[in-house]
C-alpha cells in the first residue's frame, strides 16, 4: 500500500512543455494514474514549463544545443522538487540522465513511423524533382538528402497548425510529422501517409512517451511502476543501447526501430552523414532479454564501418 497518495489538497505534479502534444502525453499519464489509484483527476497538477527549444524557433536546433533543449528546464525543476515527476517524449531525451534522475518509466508505444505531410501530394514517390521540403530534424533531412537527392530541403519548425499554415503559404510543399503525435492529437488525417522504415527510419524512441523522476523518491517509483510498459522499455532498451553507443548527445542523424516477433528482437539501425552523403547500417535479431546487447554491438560494429573522418563535422 503506497503511503500518503496524492490529493486535490496536496497533488502530484506533473511537469511537461506547454504544447498541444506535450499536454496531451501528460493528461494520459494523469488519466492512467489516476485510473490506477482510484484517485480523481484534481489529485493532480499539470506544471507547464517553457523550454529553451520551444522559445527559440528561427533557428535549426543544432546550433542551439541539440535535443537536450527541450529538457533542461523540466530536469531542472524536477531536481529543484518544483515538480515531482516530468513526462517526455522519448525520441527528445538524450541516453543519460542528470545526476539524482531516473527515467524507468513507460507508456506504452503508438505508431514509431514518420508521417509524410503536404496539401499537393500523396507520398515522398509522388515528389517532383526540386520539390521543396520542410524539416528541422537532423536526421530526416539526411535521409531526405541521400534517399532523395533530387529534393531540396529548407529548415521547417513549428507545430502542427504552423506547418500546415506554412504549406499553404508555399515555404515548402510537403513536410513531416510523427504518426504518434498525429494520432495522440487525434489529428491522423493531417498525413497522407505513413512513411515506411524503409524509405525513412524512425528515430530512436519514437512513439514512446517517458516519465522521469527523482531516484530517491519512492512513492513516485511505486505509482509510475503500476502504470509501466513492459513491452515498450523492450522495444527502448535496445534503441536507446544502440543510440548511447553512436553518440548519446543526439547531434548525430540517427535511425533505430525495434519490433518483436514471438520471443525474438528485430533490431534495424542507421547513422548518416548530415548533407547524406554516406549512410552506414546494420540488422540484427535475438532473443528479446538480449535487447540491450544487441544494441550496443549493432553500435560497435557501425563504428568499425565509419571511415576516418565520417563524423568530421562533430
Known amino acids: 500500500m503506497i503511503a500518503n497518495l496524492p490529493t486535490p489538497a496536496q497533488p502530484l505534479r506533473i511537469g511537461t512543455r506547454g504544447s498541444p502534444l506535450a499536454l496531451a502525453q501528460a493528461y494520459e499519464t494523469r488519466d492512467r494514474l489516476s485510473s490506477a489509484f482510484d484517485l480523481d483527476q484534481e489529485a493532480f497538477e499539470i506544471v507547464v514549463i517553457k523550454t529553451t527549444g520551444d522559445k527559440v524557433q528561427d533557428r535549426p536546433l543544432k546550433e542551439i544545443g541539440g535535443k537536450g533543449l527541450f529538457t533542461k528546464e523540466i530536469e531542472e525543476a524536477l531536481t529543484s522538487g518544483a515538480i515531482d515527476i516530468a513526462v517526455h517524449s522519448m525520441k527528445d531525451m538524450p541516453s543519460a540522465q542528470p545526476p539524482g534522475l531516473t527515467l524507468d518509466t513507460y507508456l506504452p508505444r503508438e505508431d514509431a513511423r514518420d508521417a509524410f505531410v503536404s496539401l ?16 528541422s530534424s537532423l536526421r530526416r533531412r539526411a535521409q531526405l ?20 499554415r506554412k504549406l499553404s503559404e508555399e515555404v515548402a510543399s510537403a513536410t513531416f510529422l510523427a504518426m504518434a503525435g498525429l ?5 491522423a488525417h493531417v498525413a497522407r501517409s505513413a512513411i515506411a522504415p524503409e524509405d525513412m527510419l524512425p528515430a530512436v524512441a519514437q512513439g514512446a512517451i517517458g516519465i522521469e523522476r527523482r531516484a530517491d523518491d519512492s512513492r513516485a517509483a511505486e505509482m509510475l511502476a503500476a502504470i509501466h510498459d513492459h513491452g515498450t522499455a ?3 532498451a535496445a ?8 553518440d548519446g548527445s543526439c547531434e548525430t542523424p540517427i535511425g533505430g526501430l525495434a519490433e518483436i ?15 547524406g552523403s554516406e549512410v552506414i547500417s546494420d540488422a540484427r535479431s535475438g532473443p528479446v532479454e538480449d535487447g540491450a546487447e544487441i544494441g550496443r ?10 571511415g576516418r573522418d565520417f563524423f568530421s563535422w562533430r
Open 120 to 135: 499537393k501530394y500523396q507520398s515522398l514517390a509522388e515528389l517532383p524533382e526540386g520539390t521543396r521540403v520542410g524539416s
Open 145 to 164: 538528402l541521400h534517399r532523395f537527392p533530387h529534393l531540396e530541403v529548407v529548415e521547417f519548425r513549428g507545430n502542427v497548425q504552423t506547418r500546415l
Open 183 to 187: 494520432n495522440r492529437l487525434d489529428m
Open 234 to 236: 523492450t522495444l527502448l
Open 239 to 246: 534503441e536507446r543501447a544502440f543510440l548511447a553507443g553512436l
Open 261 to 275: 516477433t514471438g520471443g525474438t528482437l528485430h533490431l534495424r539501425g542507421e547513422v548518416l552523414r548530415p548533407d
Open 297 to 306: 554491438a549493432m553500435a560497435a560494429f557501425l563504428l568499425t564501418q565509419a
